[in-house]
């Protein structure tokens, strides 16, 4: 079983109550040799920080995190688009002819 990391990052309102917003920062997996943590190296730590700064009127030195169990089914997360680098047979070679 899998859970997510994730950082308290601000909050916003719903229905009339008060919502965290979250952003995911890692997962913690486990096999047989114990847990693990997977960090996303994408996430500013030092902005998070300076969010839940903001959020708490306090310096901090820390990252605060929560640990979520992934209990529902949660749609796979797309992976971005990778772009392959260009064959030599895209260039076409038979217009050798730099105007400089």
Do not use: H, W
Request: proline residues 5%.
């Amino acid at each position: 079983m899998s859970k997510s990391i994730k950082a308290k990052v601000g909050t916003y309102q719903k229905d009339g109550a008060t919502k965290g917003r979250y952003v995911d920062i890692g997962a913690v997996l486990s096999n047989a040799n114990g847990e693990y943590i997977l960090l996303d190296p994408t996430v500013n730590l030092a902005g998070v920080m300076l969010k839940q700064q903001a959020m708490s009127e306090k310096v901090l030195s820390n990252v605060m995190c929560s640990i979520f169990d992934n209990d529902r089914q949660q749609a796979p997360q797309q992976q971005p688009a990778q772009q392959s680098a260009p064959k030599a047979d895209d260039f076409d070679s038979s217009e050798d002819d730099i105007p400089f």
